[in-house]
């Protein structure tokens, strides 16, 4: 069996092949998708920080920082856009007061699930333009 080697791991050519093929079509995807919600007055950027605020409830800046590899300083930027645009609070944390935590707002919820409503719908039609092979 002949095997291919992409980033350090062995793979089949028809395995490396399909990644190959399916990269620039996943990329292009993923930035269509980012695009759908600046209807909505949000970033992509702004749309995946509120998404692991939501996941990671009780999360503080500095975690928030290094879930998303980047800086202290460049998140606390973003997070004081997402406090501007009534998205993000910052509150106490119950367990330690003098830590404050991100809370998302209900505006920020609303924009969620319009988020979710948008790339969905987005993709539906593209899906059923899909002609089957």
């Given at each position: 069996m002949v095997v291919n080697v992409v980033n350090g791991?062995?793979?089949?050519?028809?395995?490396?092949?399909l990644a190959h093929?399916?990269?620039p079509v996943l990329l292009k995807l993923a930035r269509?998708?980012?695009r759908e919600v600046h209807a909505l007055g949000v970033t992509g950027g702004q749309v995946a920080l509120l998404i692991q605020i939501r996941k990671h409830q009780g999360i503080g800046a500095r975690e928030l920082a290094e879930l998303e590899r980047i800086s202290p300083a460049a998140m606390s930027g973003y997070i004081a856009r997402l406090q501007k645009a009534g998205l993000v609070t910052r509150v106490p944390d119950e367990k330690d007061r003098r830590r404050q935590?991100?809370?998302l707002t209900d505006e920020a919820e609303s924009v969620l699930r319009s988020v979710r409503s948008r790339r969905t719908a987005w993709l539906a039609e593209r899906l059923e333009r899909l002609e089957a092979k």
């Open positions: 791991h062995a793979k089949a050519p028809e395995t490396a092949e093929r399916l990269r269509e998708l980012r935590v991100l809370a």
